[in-house]
């Protein structure tokens, strides 16, 4: 005779599973989950608790997002570049603070690379150091990256080389000038770094026409999802490159996110943030400091080959035609055209990081014959 077998009963789900479960009964009726027919009430049954249980670890997972940011610095200090002597860069700190962080060159090609390359956001150049034949380079560096701010200062030196050193600086187009010498001009170096008083950026720029455009007559941008609005502002980052990465930015399973953008009718996260690292690319182009190689470095391309052949692929162009043909405004004008307008409607009430019913009739996208477009014509 066999002893009997005692299997240990099946735990119980949690409290936050049998809500979602009820949710989705609720909206879907006993045989639908996520808009798929089941004919077994068991399948569907089944299902609906699986759907349950994915839905609350990805709440748990965007909670665990959010306490992160906020035990993170809520804002990141701009970075000057400096081109300064050793009492200088002393007193530069001192001020700086926690309104900017320093980094120190000796030269102003060290300067030029910092921006160059991204590293820095800004430059601070003494005027006890500008020599009639650093005038060339300097001009270089202000009319070759115009979105970075180039800030002179008059410490230490006497009026007589001070007066002079400003008409150097002057004919190089550096537009401002902050006169260390006296009490009130370490604040206007700290007002000259401000947020208020830097080039707006242009994930800024471009999340607030995006939201603009989606804004209806009756009702403010800031009524859209929150979800939509992350998605967005997370996909103009310039670092980012990838949907999976993007994914994990808004604590989403990279295949739940892509079958809710299809469910929803919507064009794939892969190809907004490929049209939305063009818009970049175009923009940053803008700059005739920066080279391709540049570029692509900042941008974060595994190589500038890499990045020309995305660019290839998506417009025709080669990254040189590209760069002629489009400015950072025509691209953000084309990711508006084809990438938010046509689905207005939807985006308004989408929000990829919760359950939404499923669109059965999916609208007709944009196909990549019509990207395909983007190298006919110099955009307007």
């Given at each position: ?220 941008a800031a009524e859209l999802p929150a979800g939509c609005m992350r998605f967005f502002r997370a996909i103009f980052s310039p670092r980012l490159a990838t949907a999976k990465v993007l994914a994990t930015d808004l604590g989403v399973c990279s295949s739940t996110l892509m079958s809710r953008f299809y469910r929803a009718g919507l064009p794939s996260p892969k190809r907004y943030i490929a049209t939305a690292r063009l818009a970049w690319a175009a923009h940053l182009a803008e700059s005739p400091a920066l080279s391709v190689a ?87």
């Amino acid at each position: 005779m066999y002893a009997p077998i005692y299997q240990q009963p099946a735990a119980q789900p949690s409290p936050e599973v049998l809500a979602y479960e009820r949710e989705i009964l609720a909206a879907e009726g006993p045989y639908h989950v996520e808009g798929r027919y089941y004919a077994s009430h068991f399948d569907a049954e089944r299902q609906r608790r699986w759907t349950a249980e994915r839905m609350v670890r990805e709440a748990q997972r965007r909670a665990e997002y959010v306490a992160r940011n906020a035990t993170a610095t809520p804002a990141v200090r701009p970075r000057v570049t400096t081109w300064l002597t050793p009492r200088e860069r002393q007193r530069v700190d001192a001020a700086g603070g926690e309104h900017f962080a320093s980094i120190h060159r000796d030269t102003l090609a060290g300067v030029r690379a910092d921006l160059t390359l991204g590293q820095a956001d800004t430059a601070l150049v003494s005027a006890a150091l500008v020599g009639p034949s650093d005038v060339p380079a300097l001009t270089s560096l202000v009319r070759g990256l115009p979105a970075c701010t180039v800030v002179g200062l008059v410490t230490d030196t006497d009026d007589a080389r001070a007066l002079a050193a400003t008409l150097l600086l002057g004919h190089a187009g550096v537009p401002q000038l902050v006169d260390g010498r006296a009490p009130s001009g370490w604040q206007m170096l700290r007002g000259a770094f401000g947020s208020t008083r830097l080039p707006r950026s242009f994930q800024r720029d471009a999340l607030a026409a995006i939201l603009s455009d989606l804004g209806t007559p009756d009702a403010s941008a800031a009524e859209l999802p929150a979800g939509c609005m992350r998605f967005f502002r997370a996909i103009f980052s310039p670092r980012l490159a990838t949907a999976k990465v993007l994914a994990t930015d808004l604590g989403v399973c990279s295949s739940t996110l892509m079958s809710r953008f299809y469910r929803a009718g919507l064009p794939s996260p892969k190809r907004y943030i490929a049209t939305a690292r063009l818009a970049w690319a175009a923009h940053l182009a803008e700059s005739p400091a920066l080279s391709v190689a540049a570029i692509a470095l900042r941008l974060d391309a595994s190589s500038p080959q890499s990045f020309g052949r995305t660019v290839r692929t998506m417009t025709g162009l080669t990254a040189v035609q590209f760069r002629e043909a489009y400015t950072g405004a025509a691209m953000l004008d084309r990711f508006r055209a084809t990438l938010v307008a046509p689905f207005r409607d939807t985006l308004r009430t989408f929000d990829p990081l919760t359950e939404q019913p499923a669109t059965h009739v999916r609208p007709r996208a944009q196909t990549s014959a019509s990207v395909s477009t983007l190298a006919t014509g110099r955009a307007a």
